[in-house]
């Protein structure tokens, strides 16, 4: 259980009026209010518990969100300035306290709503629909400080984010994060929920001149709480992940110095994103701590501040968190030639991998896959088992199919295919499409099941010498499409989490051959 904040020690007169920086001001942290400070404060920021910047809480703008409903002295249950990204759009409704969480949720509409409807006046269009999400705005403008949160993104295709804004006066942004938990299609996110975005922005030139900065995470960061935090300063903005610096940038870039309004909120449409949740996706589910929980649910444990007289260290920091390295697994594959016109009994003593995951969290299907090499080949024996096989009209992942990765090298770090890599299809009819690299001789075959169907590669060593000990980059995808969904509407992947495959082969698994 959270403990209750620190007793108040002090009171002191912040409210001064707008100025131009210049080195020896410092701007208001509240405008035109008496802000509370606590000097000896129970909790401190993560990074600095060690206090070397003898943090004072700010009473007025901390909220440990410990009542029944939202305090109305700190926050809007809207957003004063915006009306939301269509199609979504913020709802006061979506907005709720409860087991000391503040929780922004996001809904599907089927009719418009009072608010939906609103904002298609305002705006002059019908942009906004289906999509009730929701914003909590702090009604004090606050600056130079340490911001704290603890979050649990939601597990949705619609983003959680912690931001910073004055549309009006300072004309500049901070975004400790954005977030998208489960993206329906994005080139910049990772399909798992764990890219952490973050930018800065100002708008006063004329144009949006931003800082962006993504780390991925490795973690899905819809599972669990974390900790972000904010060190904004005269000199550098710094932020962290869970207690460790994960990027800092002068302040004279930006020049962020005068007071912007903290931001809680929820957006459709955000970065590349161009396809939304369907229905199907929202809806409650029991974890395995035996929570009720929704996927539209964006949760916040508490909102700290603190302030400080001691100099921020304006000596450049060492980053303390990178870029996680994709999950690697790695499988040794035995010696055989299965024939091709026919499911070959070679096939039953091979050890089947069956460790495939969710990549869209709406699986119906599952896989098995074995594999073997001989000199000249390799072959991939997948099973499907699923209870339509389903071929569109024209062939695209939006039919059944297995999609099979090769990183023939095995080389990591680049950013697009090499030479070397290539993508192979084989769809329920037995059509093969392929990338430009794939080699010449590559065979496959598709076979119809009563459960489902079975695809088997047979493809050359081309790039590769291939004996005992040879490693290659490998993974294997499932497509599972219906006619219900119209096309695909769930993947399974054995390595890769990211569902960035198709355009980059840095997550792919790795097949040892043993002979």
């Not at 800065?200 to 899905?220: A, C, K, M, W, Y």
């Not at 459709?268 to 949740?277: E, M, Q, R, S």
């Not at 080699?439 to 169907?453: F, H, L, N, R, S």
């Amino acid at each position: 259980m959270k403990k209750e904040l620190g007793a108040l020690v002090l009171a002191g007169l912040v409210g001064m009026p707008n100025i131009a920086h210049a080195s020896t001001t410092f701007i208001p942290q509240i405008t035109g209010v008496v802000e509370e400070l606590d000097e000896t404060p129970e909790y401190l920021p993560l990074s600095d518990l060690d206090n070397v910047r003898e943090w004072k809480l700010s009473l007025t703008m901390s909220d440990e969100f410990e009542g029944d409903t939202l305090d109305p002295d700190k926050w809007y249950d809207y957003h004063p300035f915006w009306v939301g990204r269509s199609p979504s759009s913020f709802h006061s409704e979506n907005v709720r306290v409860e087991d000391g969480k503040l929780v922004l949720s996001s809904t599907y509409e089927t009719d418009l709503t009072p608010t939906m409807i609103a904002a298609n006046t305002r705006s002059g269009s019908d942009d906004f629909h289906t999509y009730a999400a929701s914003a909590v705005v702090s009604k004090n403008k606050t600056g130079y400080g340490y911001y704290e949160v603890m979050t649990r993104t939601a597990p949705i295709g619609i983003s959680s984010s912690f931001w910073f804004r004055d549309p009006l006066v300072a004309k500049r942004e901070i975004d400790v994060y954005e977030q998208v938990g489960r993206p329906e299609s994005s080139n910049k996110l990772q399909a798992d929920g764990s890219s952490l975005h973050a930018n800065t922005h100002r708008f006063d030139t004329g144009t949006n001149v931003s800082t962006p900065f993504q780390l991925e995470t490795g973690i899905d960061l819809t599972a669990e709480y974390h900790v972000y935090g904010l060190e904004w300063d005269e000199h550098f903005i710094r932020m962290y992940f869970n207690g460790l610096l994960m990027w800092e940038q002068p302040n004279d870039e930006q020049e962020i110095y005068e007071p912007l309004y903290a931001i809680f909120d929820m957006e459709t449409a955000l970065f590349d994103i161009n396809v939304h949740p369907e229905e199907d996706k929202f809806y409650t589910y029991i974890t395995e701590d035996g929570e009720e929980r929704f996927t539209g649910d964006f949760h916040i444990e508490y909102f700290r501040v603190w302030r400080s007289d001691v100099p921020q260290d304006t000596t450049p920091q060492e980053i303390e968190i990178t870029n996680a390295p994709h999950p690697l697994k790695t499988v040794e594959i035995g010696y055989g030639s299965p024939a091709m016109d026919t499911i070959d009994t070679i096939w039953d003593d091979v050890v089947a991998i069956t460790d495939f995951h969710d990549k869209s969290d709406n699986v119906i299907a599952s896989a098995q896959m074995k594999v073997l090499w001989d000199e000249e080949f390799l072959y991939i024996y997948t099973h499907i088992v699923d209870e339509e096989v389903y071929l569109a009209d024209y062939i695209s992942t939006q039919s059944d199919c297995t999609e099979l990765y090769i990183n023939a090298t095995n080389e990591r770090g680049n950013d697009s295919y090499i030479d070397t890599d290539y993508c192979v299809k084989i769809f329920t009819d037995g059509t093969i499409v392929a990338t430009d690299n794939t080699p010449a001789e590559t065979e496959g075959v598709a076979i119809i099941t009563d459960d489902g169907y079975i695809t088997i590669y047979k493809i050359p060593h081309t790039y590769y010498e291939a004996v005992d000990g040879t490693v290659i980059g490998f993974d294997m995808q499932i497509n599972d499409a219906s006619e219900e969904a119209g096309g695909r509407h769930s993947i399974l992947g054995w390595n890769d989490t990211t569902n960035n495959a198709w355009r980059s082969l840095d997550t792919v698994g790795e097949l040892v051959f043993i002979k």
